[in-house]
């Protein structure tokens, strides 16, 4: 199981991108589940919208509905990481979505987070483990 970062699931929606397969195949490949914070959803909306492609969200929410995507609500201990974890690392520009996938991951014990943001993702350091591995 991996918790799903925004970049890797549009890659993933978006046929243009230059990583789209590989993204593609790492959520329908072995290795287990598709974990999603709920707030990457609507990341995923709003990068559809900017990008004009629209139809992104839609095929995203029919994956979430098919079950191929487990969301995950946050739970009030989440904020309160979350909120640590922004102060921890203002200088380096961690967005709130980036700090819900930390706090989400290290809430269920994850290790693996699918990204394609090495310059947050192999700073931040998690509670549960040494570092995050980081994939594709």
Known sequence: MA???TGVLFAALDRTDS???ECATLLTGPGG???V????VV???WLARSRAIPAATVTFLESIARGECVLCRLAVDDYERVSHLLTRYR???LSFVDATV???AERLGENVVATLDRRHFSVVKPLHCEA???VP
């Open 3 to 5: 918790v799903f970062d």
């Open 19 to 21: 990583r789209h397969r």
């Open 102 to 104: 930390v706090a989400v």
């Open 132 to 134: 995050f591995t980081l």
């Open 91 to 93: 200088d380096l520009g």
């Open 33 to 35: 589940g598709v974990i």
């Open 37 to 40: 914070p709920e707030p990457v």
């Open 43 to 45: 990341e995923i909306d």
